[in-house]
Antibody, heavy 115, light 110 residues
Framework: QVQLQESGPGLAKTSETLSLTCTVS????????WSWIRQPPHKGLEWIGY???????NYNPSLKSRVTISVDTSKNQFSLKLSSVTAADTALYYC?????????WGQGTLVTVSS | QSALTQPASVSGSPGQSITISCTGT?????????VSWYQQHPGKAPKLMIS???NRPSGVSDRFSGSKSGNTASLTISGLQAEDEADYYC??????????FGGGTKLTVL
């Protein structure tokens, strides 16, 4: 059973870069696509982007200029960097397996952006 | 890229059937058979309930079904149960090779 676990600072400062890592256990990161999705408090889901094991990526057009998703197959991890953050980026950030049909989600990690 | 349109809330009594709609455009729902539905209970991660418009993953109750007509997809839950009370989100592949979610629908079981 593949499990995903997000890790990273729970607090980010305005205008700085938010960085999160997702560790995949119980299976290989190869052979699947991996996504980042976020959910602001009491609001809906927003797809951020995805990556596959070879590093091919695709991002939400509204976030594309600020987002970088990368993969480290040696550590079975993939990561998210979101630059120039504002309070609007405060959200529960999920890492997940899949793109069109996301069948496995991490528990999510709350990131609060504050000055 | 605007979110897909879902009703904010729906409700039904135990045993009844309800349908949640999800409206997009010809660039997303109408153009591809890649609509998924997710169930999210409070404080929990979303769970995949339907993929590719109408496919039910293993382990998902057959009371859940999906369909699509034109630019609108639908999720139907039959034989409503108290445990079905949750938020439901649709998502679709888009012509920009990206994904887009609906705004979410809160289902209340009366």
């Amino acid at each position: 059973q593949v499990q995903l676990q997000e890790s990273g600072p729970g607090l980010a400062k305005t205008s700085e870069t938010l960085s999160l890592t997702c560790t995949v256990s119980g299976g290989s990161i190869r052979g699947s696509y991996w996504s980042w999705i976020r959910q602001p408090p009491h609001k809906g889901l927003e797809w951020i982007g995805y990556i596959n094991y070879s590093g091919s990526t695709n991002y939400n057009p509204s976030l594309k200029s600020r987002v970088t998703i990368s993969v480290d197959t040696s550590k079975n991890q993939f990561s998210l960097k979101l630059s120039s953050v504002t309070a609007a980026d405060t959200a529960l950030y999920y890492c997940a397996r899949g793109v069109r049909a996301i069948d496995n989600w991490g528990q999510g990690t709350l990131v609060t952006v504050s000055s | 890229q605007s979110a897909l349109t879902q009703p904010a809330s729906v409700s039904g009594s135990p045993g009844q059937s309800i349908t949640i709609s999800c409206t997009g455009t010809s660039s997303d729902i109408g153009g591809y058979n890649y609509v998924s539905w997710y169930q999210q209970h409070p404080g929990k991660a979303p769970k995949l309930m339907i993929s590719d418009v109408s496919n039910r993953p293993s382990g998902v109750s057959d009371r859940f079904s999906g369909s699509k007509s034109g630019n609108t997809a639908s999720l139907t839950i039959s034989g409503l149960q108290a445990e079905d009370e949750a938020d439901y989100y649709c998502s679709s592949y888009t012509s920009g090779t990206t994904e887009i979610f609906g705004g979410g629908t809160k289902l209340t079981v009366l």
